[in-house]
């Protein structure tokens, strides 16, 4: 089995990156799960929320979760989370990001992680230098 991977984000952006990635690789990933939330969200319901979300996944290998904005509620919500579990916590997502993490799903956590940090930051280039 794969490491699971599960996103907290704001509204639309997990479902978004998920299925635009999934659609670039052509095929679905399994063992993935995500939670959006509101900007008014009660914080101990979303926990709750997610709790029961992750209950339908497979924790054996470990589990990533994935937020958009470190520092956010999102982010908050997932490190209340993650201490729960055996877990890496990743803050910033974006598609380069969210390419590497369905490529790799079956590398080891660590490595999971390494090659989405990776993926992340080398998605990010300066097209036009000095204009």
Do not use: C, W
Not at 60 to 76: C, H, L, Q, R
Not at 89 to 116: C, E, F, H
């Amino acid at each position: 089995m794969s490491t699971a991977l599960f996103f907290i984000t704001h509204e639309g952006i997990a479902s978004n990156l998920i299925r635009t990635g999934e659609a670039i690789i052509k095929k679905k990933n399994n063992n993935l799960s995500y939670a959006e939330i509101p900007m008014d969200a009660d914080v101990d319901s979303m926990i709750e929320n997610i709790e029961n979300e992750l209950r339908h996944l497979d924790l054996e290998e470990g589990v990533i979760f994935i937020t958009d904005i470190y520092g956010s509620t999102p982010s908050n919500i997932a490190q209340l989370v993650t201490g729960r579990y055996d877990a890496e916590l990743i803050s910033g997502v974006n598609l380069p990001m969210i390419m590497r993490l369905l490529n790799y799903r079956d590398s080891p956590i660590k490595t999971l992680v390494q090659k989405a940090l990776d993926g992340a930051v080398q998605g990010i280039q300066l097209n036009n230098p000095g204009t």
